[in-house]
């Protein structure tokens, strides 16, 4: 007997389309009032309060969370824990941000007259705006009629999806508002892979790996050689008397004089080095420097200072190796 697999290619494109059609719609459902919530925020002295149960909580605590990393001061209130004493997180200064698909949570609507009685401003997102929790609010951003993707209507899937979408929009319109830039965005994200590449800067690089090699351009190739094996970056940096840097010497330079010469170990470091090499500052941002080497296909790139003087050498592995 064949065993016969299910495809279900049908029904994950009709839930995707739904979904899709879903975010669409809200288009021409958001109205005037989206620009009354931006602005009460803004204006806000104090933070966003966003508050939701159930899955409504769910996408509350992710639009928090968006929020919170692009320049939004904000946090989650869990409706039960703040019936329980954690409204005293809430100041006259805040906008509550109450999430509840039909607008008649009980848990959320128990939270209103407290929420009155502080003075914070509160934004409703429901889907009726009809509803109890939307007539208690000073701004009202309904989703519209959203068809939920679930084929027995019950599920919270498209309406759920579309609140997300909503809390997005409006955490990058404030952001935009708020002239947001990476530098910004890197004092929120100062842990792993983003935080480095946006935070981590040559000289970081520099202080770990400790390797700046120096050669006078009047040294031996044989000296250069036995400089470069010891720091393990196949190249030095070639100064002046004043420490100057003046060239670059690299392993590549040497097999291309042998290709043409064999006596070679004795000249001196000066007829072989390039005089026109690729450099970088220290304050230049690591995934910069990452970038430039790929760009320009160099291994190394010498770190230079005050007066153009050496101060490390990096290479592409020290910077692979940092997850950039």
């Known amino acids: 007997m064949l065993d016969v697999k299910v495809d279900f290619t049908a029904s994950v494109i009709n839930v995707l389309e739904k979904e899709a059609q879903g975010i669409l719609s809200l288009k021409e459902v958001i109205g005037e009032s989206i620009n009354d919530a931006l602005n009460m925020i803004l204006e806000c002295k104090g933070r966003v309060v966003i508050t939701g149960i159930g899955k409504s909580g769910i996408i509350g605590r992710k639009i928090n969370a968006t929020m919170a990393s692009t320049g939004t001061p904000s946090l989650f209130l869990h409706p039960s824990e703040g019936l329980h004493g954690d409204l005293g997180m809430v100041t006259k200064h805040d906008v509550v941000i109450a999430i509840s698909n039909s607008g008649e949570s009980d848990e959320v609507l128990h939270l209103i007259p407290s929420i009155k009685r502080i003075g914070a401003k509160m934004i409703a997102i429901v889907k009726n705006p ?78 770990t790996t400790r390797k700046n090699p120096i050669i006078l351009g009047d040294s031996s190739v044989k000296e250069a050689l036995f400089l470069m094996t010891a720091q393990g970056l196949g190249a030095t940096s070639v100064v002046d008397e004043e420490g100057h840097m003046v060239g670059i010497l690299t ?28 450099v970088i500052r220290d304050d230049m941002l690591a995934a910069e420097a990452f970038r430039l080497m790929e760009e320009k296909k160099v291994n190394v790139l010498p770190v230079v200072g005050e007066n153009f003087k050496p101060i490390g050498m990096i290479h592409i592995h020290d910077l692979m190796n940092l997850g950039l």
């Open 251 to 278: 392993d590549g330079d040497i097999r291309r004089a042998f290709a043409l010469e064999q006596d070679i170990l004795f000249k001196n470091v000066s007829d072989l080095c390039n005089y026109q090499p690729i």
């Open 130 to 207: 009809n509803s109890t929790l939307a007539l208690k609010s000073d701004v009202v951003l309904s989703i519209g009629n959203v068809q939920e993707a679930c084929p027995l209507g019950l599920a919270p899937t498209t309406s759920t999806t579309v609140t997300l979408a909503l809390g997005d929009a409006l955490a990058i319109a404030l952001l935009e508002a708020r002239d947001f830039q990476p530098e910004d965005f890197a004092v929120f994200h100062p842990a792993g892979s983003l935080g480095r590449k946006l935070l981590l800067t040559v000289n970081n690089v520099v202080k």
